[in-house]
T-cell receptor
Framework: LAKTTQPISMDSYEGQEVNITCSHN???????ITWYQQFPSQGPRFIIQGYKTKVTNEVASLFIPADRKSSTLSLPRVSLSDTAVYYC??????????????FGKGTRLHILP | NAGVTQTPKFRVLKTGQSMTLLCAQD?????MYWYRQDPGMGLRLIHYSVGEGTTAKGEVPDGYNVSRLKKQNFLLGLESAAPSQTSVYFC???????????FGPGTRLTVT
């Protein structure tokens, strides 16, 4: 089972770029890497997903090295509203019944003015 | 378009009581999931479904049962609630897997 490890918390300032790294040493061939954002008392919200190399959308970039044992979520120019918990998730292809989805414990990102 | 809805939002049970949590989605998604989230923890997958009439166990299935009789609904049952099942329960759905999961607002369950 691919387990994930993230920093417990991070602080940054408004306008800065924030990079959050997730380790997933036992990632399987079929596993994708997905990041979610969660605000207090709400369900998580999808940010970005990738399999390898780099993926970019309107809110973030995801960098995945060739060995896929880690990934980095990059948030450009953060604002106070980006203060939240960010989860790295590995798995979810469900091509066979042993496939699972594993959420990490999350990184609590605190943006300072 | 309501997305993913969960019923009820809050519930208090006594040990040994049973209840069913209802999840409904109006996006015609094939995949549906039930998670639990304990304080300071990430989400843990309880059960999931890859289509109407199918269910499968996730990471922490013990003490829970599920059913997916209709494509839009995914029910989570607790037959005999225990204090260890005190948690926030989230339902989610997705068009494909892996893919973007849409989460409901959660159900806060307390078992005394």
């Amino acid at each position: 089972l691919a387990k994930t490890t993230q920093p417990i918390s991070m602080d940054s300032y408004e306008g800065q770029e924030v990079n959050i790294t997730c380790s997933h040493n036992n990632i399987a061939t079929n596993d994708y890497i997905t990041w979610y954002q969660q605000f207090p008392s709400q369900g998580p919200r999808f940010i970005i997903q990738g399999y390898k190399t780099k993926v970019t959308n309107e809110v973030a970039s995801l960098f995945i090295p060739a060995d896929r044992k880690s990934s980095t979520l990059s948030l450009p120019r953060v604002s106070l509203s980006d203060t939240a918990v960010y989860y790295c998730l590995v798995g979810g292809s469900f091509r066979n019944r042993d496939d699972k989805i594993i959420f990490g414990k999350g990184t609590r990102l605190h943006i300072l003015p | 378009n309501a997305g993913v809805t969960q019923t009820p939002k809050f519930r208090v049970l006594k040990t040994g009581q049973s209840m069913t949590l209802l999840c409904a989605q109006d996006m015609n998604h094939e995949y549906m999931y039930w998670y639990r989230q304990d304080p300071g923890m990430g989400l843990r997958l309880i059960h999931y479904s890859v289509g109407e009439g199918t269910t499968a166990k996730g990471e922490v299935p013990d003490g829970y049962n599920v059913s997916r009789l209709k494509k839009q609904n995914f029910l989570l049952g607790l037959e005999s609630a225990a204090p260890s099942q005190t948690s926030v329960y989230f339902c989610a759905s997705s068009y494909q897997s892996p893919g973007e999961q849409y989460f409901g607002p959660g159900t806060r369950l307390t078992v005394t």
